[in-house]
C-alpha cells in the first residue's frame, strides 16, 4: 500500500516542501468532494486527519476506471476497492475505510468455491475449469444433442428436487465427449451447492494397488467417494483390475452409495462388455459371479445415455 507521504515524495512538490498542495488535490478530488456534500457536517480538520484514507480511495478507483484485469491489478488487496463510511461517534466525526470486492474478484470467487466442490484424480483439471455453454456444446456436434439435453434434463431435475439416486451411464466411442460432458454436469451441479468427485479408473487402480499398504490414505480416499454428492468414475471399463481393487475399493464404495446418492461413469463399454470385463482379472482368472454381482450394482442403479458423435480428439 502506497501512503500519501510516499506520493508525496513522488510529487513535483516535493522539492518545494509544498504538502499543503497535495493535500489540497486530494481534498479537491471529485470523490472526497462528493463526500463532503454527502456529509457536509465534516470540517476540514477532520478531512485532513484522514487524508491518508482519501487518498487511498481515490487511487484506487482510479486504478479501477482504467483495470488491468484481476492478476494485474494495482490495488492494495487484490480485487478490492477502498470505499469510506463517515459516522458520528459521542458527537464527533470519525471516517473509516473499508475494502469492497469487484465484480471480476466476486467471479473469481465464485469459480473457486465450484473448484474447491470438486476432487478430481488423475483427470485433466481444464475439463473442470473449462467455460460450458449449452447451445456451444450441440454446435460444435449435433450427433452429442440428445445426449447433451438428457444431461441438462438430469441437473435440472436435481436442482428443483433436489440429490437423485440415480445416476448416468455415458457410453460412446473413443473422442466422444463423454468426459467433456461429466465435467459438465459437475460444474453445473457445483455451482449450486453440491459436491463431487471424478476419478479416471486406469490410473486410480493403479493407485489403489499401492494405498493398500497405507490404511488411514485409503480410509480418507474410500471416505470421500463414498460421501461426496456425485460420484464420476471416467473411462471405466477400461482399467487392469486386481480382485483386490474390484471386491474391496470399486465394490465397497458402489455398495454404500447405492441407493444413497447417484454414481456417473463414462466407457466405451455397453452393460454385457463391462461386466465381462470386470468377471476376469489377470490373477484370478475369470469369476463370473463377482463380475454379476459388481455389475448388479452399477446396471440397476443409471440411465444409460449414448454419447454420439465424432471422435474430437486432437481437433483445435
Known amino acids: 500500500m502506497e501512503s500519501l507521504g510516499e506520493a508525496m515524495r513522488r510529487s ?19 470523490l472526497v468532494l462528493k463526500l463532503r456534500d454527502r456529509y457536509p457536517e465534516l470540517d476540514e480538520h477532520v478531512l485532513k486527519l484522514n487524508l491518508n484514507r482519501l487518498y487511498q480511495m481515490t487511487k484506487e478507483y482510479r486504478n479501477c476506471k482504467a483495470c488491468p484485469g484481476l492478476a494485474q491489478c494495482p490495488n492494495d488487496m487484490q480485487g478490492h476497492s477502498t470505499g469510506i463510511s463517515c459516522e458520528q461517534l459521542n458527537g464527533k466525526w470519525q471516517i473509516n475505510d473499508y475494502k469492497t470486492p469487484c465484480s471480476k474478484w466476486l467471479a473469481y470467487e465464485q469459480q473457486e468455491q465450484i473448484r474447491r466442490r470438486i476432487t478430481s484424480f ?8 473449462a467455460h460450458y455453454d449449452e447451445e456451444e456444446m450441440i454446435h460444435l456436434d449435433s450427433n452429442r444433442a440428445i445426449a447433451v439435453d438428457l444431461l441438462q434434463e438430469y441437473a435440472d431435475t436435481t436442482i428443483r428436487e433436489g440429490l437423485q439416486k440415480r445416476g448416468l451411464y455415458l457410453q460412446g466411442d473413443f473422442g466422444t465427449g463423454k468426459t467433456y460432458l461429466a465435467g459438465y454436469l459437475l460444474q453445473r451441479l457445483a455451482k449450486e451447492g453440491f459436491s463431487g468427485v471424478i476419478v479416471y479408473m486406469p490410473e486410480f487402480v493403479e493407485d489403489a494397488k499401492a494405498l493398500a499398504f497405507d490404511a488411514v490414505k485409503l480410509k480418507e480416499t474410500l471416505t470421500l467417494m463414498k460421501e461426496t454428492d456425485l460420484l464420476v468414475f471416467d473411462d471405466i471399463g477400461a482399467e487392469n483390475l486386481t480382485p483386490w481393487v474390484r471386491d474391496h475399493v470399486l465394490g465397497a464404495i458402489l455398495n454404500y452409495r447405492m441407493n444413497r446418492k447417484p454414481t ?5 463399454h455397453n452393460f454385457d462388455d463391462l461386466e465381462k470385463h470386470f468377471s476376469f482379472t489377470h490373477k484370478e482368472g475369470e469369476e463370473l459371479h463377482k463380475g454379476q454381482r459388481l455389475m448388479d450394482r452399477v446396471r440397476h442403479f443409471v440411465d444409460v445415455v449414448h454419447v454420439r458423435g465424432r471422435n474430437h480428439r486432437g481437433n483445435s
Do not use: I, K
Open 12 to 30: 513535483p512538490f516535493a522539492a518545494a516542501g509544498d504538502a499543503a498542495n497535495v493535500a489540497n488535490q486530494v481534498l479537491n478530488d471529485p
Open 122 to 129: 488423475f483427470v485433466d483439471e481444464t475439463v473442470l475449469g
Open 264 to 268: 456417473f461413469y463414462t466407457s466405451n
